[in-house]
């Protein structure tokens, strides 16, 4: 009798504990963030690599410019912000047409059924496509973080199509060399670390249903969580990230709804995929400016690389701004902007 209850006992706790697995691993969660809300006068293209694409458009006051500027979020899965276009729109004054889109899997973008299909190489295909779309002979790419990385894949596979480049807070060169992030920055540039890592903002926000979400998608490639689930998750992690992406935590701005979970963790999946194109970037003499805030979270040694491989680059340091640079120093921000394109 004993035996038997205790065999009993042991298969109860067994099926409890494979209950309680089962619930936390494939119950969907909700999570308490806003939801997304369509910026007013979006527009759309169908591009031909099977993307639908939300944009913003502003035009020039007058066009004095022939190549437009093209705005690269970060992320990958972020999404345009209101700070973004806002920051920039002075530009328009300058004579330059401005192109804010919502890359694949995120914003008022189209998500994608097939998750393994973002990749590195679907977003340069659709950048490609959208300069197409635009009918400019040249354009001038602002890439913010992420956005910087693909700028890069643009710019190597078609370096003619570029007149300018302005990198803010750019992380690494793919593939990613992760010894550069050990070289330390010249005291002379008084870079100090962000108060906040993206590490303890992941450490606080992830769950066990998230993480076997992220376990699903790497090793079978498809959604275990819808995408509106995902994407509650994504922007409450966001609100701890942007932490992260400021001097003063103070500053920081509350996690927006609209960004893309699968387009951010299988795009940067596939890294590990991408082709070095660095001898394609070697050495061109396009201008490039490289912006960093004080605070950025991003190491030093990646924007060193980028000082290395472009000899007609310059460095401009923003004083009391991280990784998010127009969040702190919005006029410092545009001014250094404006000063290069002029």
Request: glycine share 8%; hydrophobic share 40%; net charge neutral.
């Amino acid at each position: 009798m004993k035996k038997r209850n205790l065999r009993n006992g042991i298969l109860f706790g067994l099926l409890l504990t494979l209950t309680v697995f089962a619930l936390l691993a494939f119950y969907p969660r909700a999570y308490d963030v806003a939801a997304f809300q369509p910026r007013p006068g979006t527009a759309f293209w169908e591009l031909p690599t099977g993307s639908r694409i939300g944009y913003t458009h502003l035009k020039a006051s007058e066009n004095t410019h022939s190549s437009p500027i093209i705005y690269l979020h970060g992320g990958p899965g972020g999404c345009i912000s209101d700070l973004a276009i806002s920051a920039l729109a002075p530009l328009t004054d300058d004579g330059y047409d401005l192109y804010f889109y919502d890359q694949i899997g995120s914003g008022h973008s189209a998500r994608l059924e097939d998750i393994a299909e973002y990749t590195v190489d679907r977003h340069r295909h659709d950048l490609e496509a959208i300069v197409k779309q635009i009918g400019a002979s040249k354009v001038i790419l602002i890439g913010q973080s992420w956005g910087a990385i693909l700028a890069m894949q643009f710019f190597a596979a078609f370096p003619e199509q570029v007149e300018k480049l302005i990198l803010t807070g750019p992380g690494p060169i793919l593939p990613i060399r992760k010894k550069l992030a050990e070289i330390p920055a010249p005291d002379s540039l008084y870079l100090r670390n962000p108060l906040v890592t993206n590490r303890e903002g992941n450490l606080k926000v992830a769950n066990f249903r998230s993480k076997v979400v992220e376990w699903w998608a790497f090793a079978f490639e498809s959604k275990l969580a819808t995408d509106a689930e995902a994407d509650e998750f994504n922007a409450k992690l966001g609100h701890e990230l942007n932490k992260s992406t400021v001097c003063d935590t103070a500053n920081a701005l509350p996690g927006n709804s609209g960004g893309g979970y699968y387009a951010s963790i299988m795009t940067v999946h596939s890294f590990a995929n991408v082709q070095d194109q660095r001898t394609k970037l070697q050495g061109n003499k396009v201008p490039l400016l490289l912006l960093k805030g004080q605070c950025d979270n991003q190491p030093w040694g990646y924007a060193q690389e980028y000082l290395e491989l472009f000899p007609n680059a310059q460095l401009k340091v923003i004083p009391s701004a991280g990784h998010s640079i127009p969040t702190e120093q919005p006029d410092l921000y545009i001014q250094a902007i404006r000063e290069f394109l002029r």
